[in-house]
């Protein structure tokens, strides 16, 4: 447990677990443990007056004490009540019930962390489920849509094109020096939305608070980028609000040569710093992961963290059903960077669990816009052809969804298309004829996105089958029972990731630990297909610490019991805590 520390004397080492980081004069990070015999202990901070207030790591709003007002040069500025932080939560939470709709509810919240992140990370923290939504997805999409509109406070940094030359000063204008986490997006493919062009900075700023909120890493820690290679939506280049950089997307040799420039600019200025790629246009998605993973501590959420989190529901799924993974046979729908990283994340799992590469290749079925992808088909993608299968003669050269799962027999259908509605009564009914417990995770998002309704597939299948969405949707009942919905989302995934490489020294992120974050999930979930979110930071702890062994194992940490690591894992995690100044 954590609170921040501000100390007057360099930190010179990492001594009783403590993490030192510098941060207007040095910042300290105490876990409670070392706390129990510090209630003297008070922060130092170099800032007075309103400067103070406008910093939202450091403000403490109506909480700080008359004593502090005094000497920090505050008195005037805030009404004469001191308020308890529980008091500020009961008024902090009147006002959210007050939002009118879901992007005053965003925009509220938004507010709330731009003025005091301790505040907003423990409101979020204490109503969880009420605030997630708001976060993240489905109301950041809303958000993303309608960025230049409401845009009104800058929080991360933008890198336009035209500054590639720039890029080391960018980074240093963001006033941080000790970076632990990294979301970067270049706009191209947001959730099931498409090139929203500057409005894509609404992901990393809800996945970086993410990664707080579930992985403990310190808001000082992280740090939201946006790629700006222009835009080839066509309303917004005709958009006079538009913000961002009005011209057609950079792409080629440019664009990597521009990638390259970045990843070099992070190596020198954030040379700690875990890189997570997220929602690139889908050309560049698997290619940026390769190209740079073994060069910078990097993965790409799009790919792994959503093979890792549909792993996880998988296994869980198959508990319930009583069957294993090697004894279904899958159809993913939707032949991009997302659907094509299931594929080879559960081929390769497979292989890694003991299966011939042939037979682990034939359970396998990638479904695109042209239908299933098979050996001939015009027009084949090269990175389809692992999966692609015989034709079977009796189908025209585009076999459907539903001409799929009556052929191949298929048992799990997952949906990663963006295509609204592209599971029908008759896919469930054609699923059904294969298996009596169907599983089908229609994942793509927002909702207006997904390709099912839990709903009808619960009505379809007769409350049979086993649904997860990609986005929040609400419990169905069927014939008096209550089926609540389970949601695949990566953020089970993610922040774990970035707690263990906050904590550790490590080079790269092997996909294993990816397979170990999703068996770990699916241990911790029963009953459920997923933990709930309220236990999501005790679910990001225990990932980080089942690969924390695994790395251990392998060499690639220096820790090697179980108590030292874990000690490290609790020692980096920060939790919103209040604490005297002077």
């Known amino acids: 447990m954590f609170g921040l520390i501000l100390s007057t004397t360099p930190a010179q080492s990492r001594t009783r677990g403590l993490i030192k980081r510098d941060f207007c004069g040095y910042l300290t990070i105490y876990t409670e443990l070392d706390l129990e015999d510090s ?86 923290s204490d109503h969880v489920v009420e605030t997630l939504p708001y976060i993240y997805t489905p109301v950041v999409g809303d958000a993303s849509l309608n960025f230049s509109l409401h845009y009104h406070h800058s929080r991360g940094i933008y890198i336009p094109y035209d500054k590639k030359d720039q890029m080391e000063t960018i980074l240093k204008n963001a006033g941080k020096k000790d970076v632990s986490v990294i979301v970067a997006t270049d706009g191209g493919r947001i959730l099931g939305l498409g090139d929203v062009g500057v409005g894509g900075m609404t992901i990393p700023i ?3 608070s993410l990664y707080t909120l579930f992985g403990g890493v310190a808001p000082e820690s992280v740090l939201p980028i946006f790629l700006d290679v222009g835009t080839d939506n066509q309303e917004l280049l005709k958009d006079p609000l538009y913000m961002g950089r009005r011209e057609k997307r950079i792409t080629g040799d440019d664009y990597f040569a ?11 200025v954030f040379p700690k710093a875990m890189l997570q790629w997220e929602d ?84 396998i079925h990638i479904i695109d816009r042209n239908g299933l ?32 799962i009556k052929c191949f027999d298929i048992t799990i259908l997952i949906g990663a298309s963006a295509q609204k509605g592209a599971f029908t009564e008759k896919t469930i009914e054609g699923l059904l004829k294969n298996t009596s417990t169907p599983v089908v995770f229609p994942l793509s998002n927002p909702h207006t996105k997904a390709e099912a309704t839990p709903e009808m597939i619960i009505n379809v299948s007769k409350g049979k089958a086993i649904v997860a969405t990609g ?15 389970g949601q695949c989302n990566n953020v089970y995934i993610f922040p774990g990731i970035g707690l263990f490489t906050s904590a550790f020294d ?3 992120i092997p996909e294993e630990f990816f397979y170990i974050a999703g068996e770990t999930l699916s241990e911790i979930s029963p009953p459920l297909l997923f933990p709930e979110f309220k236990n999501l930071k005790e679910a990001s702890k225990q990932i980080a610490f089942e690969i924390a ?13 179980e108590s030292s690591i874990l000690r490290r894992i609790e020692t980096s995690m920060w939790y919103p805590k209040y604490f005297p100044y002077d």
């Open 39 to 124: 209630k003297d202990k008070r922060v130092k901070v170099c800032l007075r007056g309103r400067e103070l207030l406008r910093n939202s790591i450091l403000n403490k709003g109506s909480a700080f004490t008359q004593e502090e007002r005094e000497k920090l040069g505050l008195d005037g500025l805030l009404p004469p009540h001191v308020s308890t932080m529980d008091q500020q939560l009961a008024r902090r939470y009147a006002n959210f019930l007050e939002c009118g709709n879901d992007l005053g509810k965003y925009h509220f919240l938004t507010d709330l962390q731009n003025r005091n992140e301790t505040l907003f990370y423990r409101f979020c």
């Open 206 to 208: 809800g996945k970086t």
């Open 258 to 268: 521009f990638m390259d420039a970045f990843v070099a600019a992070v190596k020198k």
């Open 280 to 363: 690139l246009l889908g050309v560049h998605a698997q290619k940026v992961l390769d190209r740079y993973r073994d060069d910078i501590l990097s993965f790409n959420d799009d790919i792994q963290g959503t093979a890792s989190v549909v792993l996880a529901g998988l296994l869980s799924a198959l508990k319930m059903k009583g069957s294993a993974l090697a004894e279904e046979k899958i159809a993913i729908f939707g032949g991009g960077a997302a659907g094509l990283g299931v594929g080879k994340s559960i081929y390769r799992y497979l292989i890694h669990n003991g299966m011939e590469e042939k037979e682990a290749r034939d359970r």
């Open 373 to 404: 992808t098979y050996i001939g088909q015009k027009n084949l993608r090269e990175e389809h052809e692992l999966f692609a299968k015989e034709k079977p003669s009796e189908y025209d050269d585009v076999i459907s969804v539903d001409e799929t």
């Open 471 to 485: 986005t929040a949707f609400p419990q169905v009942v069927y014939k008096g029972k209550v089926f609540a919905i």
């Open 506 to 508: 490590i080079k790269t």
């Open 549 to 561: 062994k695994y790395a251990a194992l392998k060499g690639l940490i220096k820790e090697k019991d």
